[in-house]
């Protein structure tokens, strides 16, 4: 689907030459949500879902960018004070990427620009990352500035955060740009470094879109983070990250009960991503779906994110046999399942889903049985595969 956009874009470009071709993908959180902004740890996958974006450079500062999935296009001036935040706009994760190079001190040309992509929007699998990362390192590409993956990660983090208004943390932008075929990464929010851990050929990711997508997420999340800051500045620290489990247990009596569940959730799901870390580098496929499940349980009770929809996904997950385990991924409010199970399991898990799950009116889940992927990229010949051009991996 993508390479025929793509290719239809090109034949409108021919006076200029053809357009220059970029990757960014969405991703899929094994386990490790809610930590990143505590400066704790996640354990994503980049995934075979992708946005893409086909530009050509401009003499001048203009930047004029059609969505093929919407029809509709964008113009703005990359002249600083004329990037502004425009309505509610998919171009507003364009304008903020190139609002953030250039607070950053990145001389930036302008470009003419299409973009298209299979992300499923509001799935929670990243489609504004991986926008605001496509289009940052095509920019880039096209106006010769070279760029490190984790400084174009930051860039967007800051897009989405300072621009957007959405106070994410680094987990998306970050895994969008360093994702790696067939890896899951274990990274440390804090300090940014990551491990690379090969999946076993004996898992399978399955995501499961619960076709809920709901509305205001960004706010809700900005208080769940404001709790998490003011839990942190409680315990006299930084961020949750640097409290123990046995000291929040000698405290937590001295929090509100809220705050006490989400502090909770964030320490306990910390010390969960490194374990499951562990199992999945042990090849414990089982330790891992384990730990899986209780991260679901926590951010369902104490950190209140889960909605009746997801439970009843991972329910369903849990009783098919082959699935190690299964739990909400993603800044949850609906948003979509990730469940780690046996390769033969996922016709299983399809039936399992269409039975419990879609037998409610108005209710559809989409499975969709993922390969971990290659982060960001430039597509040198778009219909035999991707090849990379010019980002230092760090
Ligand atoms: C969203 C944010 C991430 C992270 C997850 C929850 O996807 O963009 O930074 O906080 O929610 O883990």
């Known amino acids: 689907m993508i390479s025929q956009t793509v290719t239809f ?66 113009h703005f001036d990359l002249q600083k004070e004329m990037v502004r935040l425009r309505g509610n706009s998919w171009g507003n994760y364009i304008r903020g990427m190139a609002w953030s190079l250039l607070r950053g001190g ?4 302008g470009m003419d620009a299409a973009v298209a992509g299979d992300i499923p929007i509001g799935a929670g699998l990243s489609s504004s990352a991986a926008i605001e990362v496509a289009a940052g390192y095509a920019v880039l590409q096209l106006s010769e500035q070279e760029c490190d993956r984790k400084s174009l990660a930051l860039a967007a983090q800051k897009a989405e955060s300072d621009f957007v208004g959405m106070r994410c943390g680094i987990m998306d932008q970050y895994i969008s740009c360093l994702g790696r075929q067939n890896h899951a990464l274990l990274i440390d929010c804090r300090d940014l470094g990551y491990r690379a851990l090969p999946l076993p050929p004996g898992a399978r990711i399955a995501i499961v879109d619960s076709g809920v997508h709901r509305g205001l997420v960004d706010m809700a999340y900005n208080a769940r983070r404001l709790e998490c800051e003011t839990a942190a500045a409680h315990f006299g620290v930084r961020a949750l990250r640097d409290v123990s489990l046995m000291e929040f247990k000698n405290r937590e009596h001295e929090l509100a009960p809220d705050l006490r569940r989400r502090a909770r959730h964030v320490i306990s799901e910390n010390d969960r991503t490194v ?17 899986m499940v209780d991260s679901h349980a926590s951010l369902r009770d104490d950190f209140e994110v889960s909605c009746p929809e997801l439970d009843l996904l991972v329910e369903t997950a849990l009783s098919v046999e082959g699935v190690y385990g299964a739990r909400l991924t993603g800044a949850g409010f609906g948003g979509s399942m990730v469940a780690l199970l ?15 799950y879609g037998s409610a009116p108005g209710r559809q889940a989409t499975v969709h049985v993922c390969k ?3 982060g960001v990229s430039e597509i040198t010949n778009y219909m035999k595969g991707t090849s990379d051009a010019g980002f230092k991996k760090k």
């Open 9 to 74: 874009h090109r034949n409108n470009f021919d006076q200029r030459g053809a357009p220059r071709i970029f990757q960014a993908p969405g991703r899929v959180n094994l386990i490790g949500d809610h930590t990143d902004y505590n400066e704790g740890f996640v354990l994503p996958a980049a995934i075979d879902r992708q946005i893409v974006v086909a530009a050509t450079p401009r003499k001048d500062s203009l930047v004029n960018v059609y969505a093929l999935d919407f029809d509709q296009w964008d």
């Open 106 to 109: 990145c001389p930036l040309k």
């Open 275 to 291: 374990s499951a870390a562990q199992a999945l580098a042990a090849d414990d496929l089982k330790a891992v779906g384990t730990l």
């Open 342 to 356: 046996q390769p033969e399991a996922a016709a299983g898990l399809t039936d399992a889903i269409a039975a419990r």
């Open 372 to 374: 971990a992927s290659e």
